[in-house]
């Protein structure tokens, strides 16, 4: 018996595979970039960008997120949208 070939090698999905992204602001409106696993987030849908941003926005603000933006490619879908209080 033959082992199982190796999985295929991982490769981050394409802008076409998965167009939603959330723009993150500062206050001002400025982009802020963030480290880790929050870093560069894409979405296949509005539904899955929407539950990301629900459960991470605490973490997001935490690190100097003030608003979001939501984009399905370079269409600015809606946002500002605060994440404070």
Do not use: I, K
């Amino acid at each position: 018996m033959n082992p199982p070939e190796a999985p295929p090698t991982f490769r981050r999905p394409s802008v076409e595979e998965r167009p939603w992204a959330w723009r993150l602001e500062d206050a001002a409106g400025t982009e802020v970039g963030v480290e880790g696993d929050l870093a560069d987030q894409r979405f296949a849908n509005q539904a899955d960008a929407e539950s990301w941003v629900g459960e991470t926005w605490a973490d997001l603000a935490a690190l100097g997120v003030d608003q979001v933006v939501l984009f399905e490619h370079d269409r600015r879908v809606y946002g500002p949208m605060s994440l404070h209080a």
